[in-house]
T-cell receptor, first 110, second 114 residues
């Protein structure tokens, strides 16, 4: 079983839509969680950390469910510029080892 | 406030040559990670290093690949006797001490094997 699993998509949505991605992780001892965004042929960039209480940054909301071992990312009012691959990342705990999901591709259409 | 610096941005090698990729972590970061990404595929973990120590190299191919992070200077990913299949984007990331801190990535090195 993979450490981190994501639906690869693609998610094709119109501008203005709300879209949600989920990600599950296998290690219950995981301590920190992140969402990254990767544009084609570019490096991954940190989108937001995910906190136990949930957190929001503008149109983006991240949630963590430790009991079910999943994290989610909600994007409201999608923009064309949101088109990218979204990577779920989990820190393994004992050492600073990070586990990346394979990414969920989002295409926002006009 | 320089980020993670990778060089070169693009590297072209002929089959059988050696490729050396360099990565300078962000200031204050003591952990370095190398990833490989093939076109249209996800990031694949290769190796995790701290200064002068390899912590986890479970993603490194058994032959031809090596990595180091010396006390002074950048981390180096070395690929000997390159083959066509080594063509990929190689990303370096760094993080500070502490498990709740995210990684930050460099721009990557695009390696092309002729």
């Amino acid at each position: 079983r993979k450490e981190v699993e994501q639906d690869p998509g693609p998610f094709n949505v119109p501008e203005g839509a709300t879209v949600a991605f989920n990600c599950t992780y296998s290690n219950s001892a995981s301590q920190s969680f992140f969402w990254y965004r990767q544009d084609c042929r570019k490096e991954p960039k940190l989108l937001m950390s995910v906190y136990s209480s949930g957190n929001e940054d503008g149109r983006f909301t991240a949630q963590l469910n430790r009991a079910s071992q999943y994290i989610s990312l909600l994007i409201r009012d999608s923009k064309l510029s949101d088109s990218a691959t979204y990577l779920c990342v989990v820190n393994g705990g004992n050492f600073n080892k990070f586990y990346f999901g394979s990414g969920t591709k989002l295409n926002v259409k006009p | 406030n320089a980020g993670v610096m990778q060089n070169p941005r693009h590297l072209v090698r002929r089959r059988g040559q050696e490729a050396r990729l360099r990565c300078s972590p962000m200031k204050g970061h003591s952990h370095v990670y190398w990833y490989r990404q093939l076109p249209e595929e996800g990031l694949k973990f290769m190796v995790y290093l701290q200064k002068e120590n390899i912590i986890d190299e479970s993603g490194m191919p058994k032959e031809r690949f090596s990595a180091e992070f010396p006390k002074e200077g950048p981390s180096i990913l070395r690929i000997q006797q390159v083959v066509r299949g080594d063509s990929a984007a190689y990303f370096c990331a760094s993080s500070p001490q502490g498990t709740n801190q995210p990684q930050h990535f460099g721009d990557g090195t695009r390696l092309s094997i002729l």
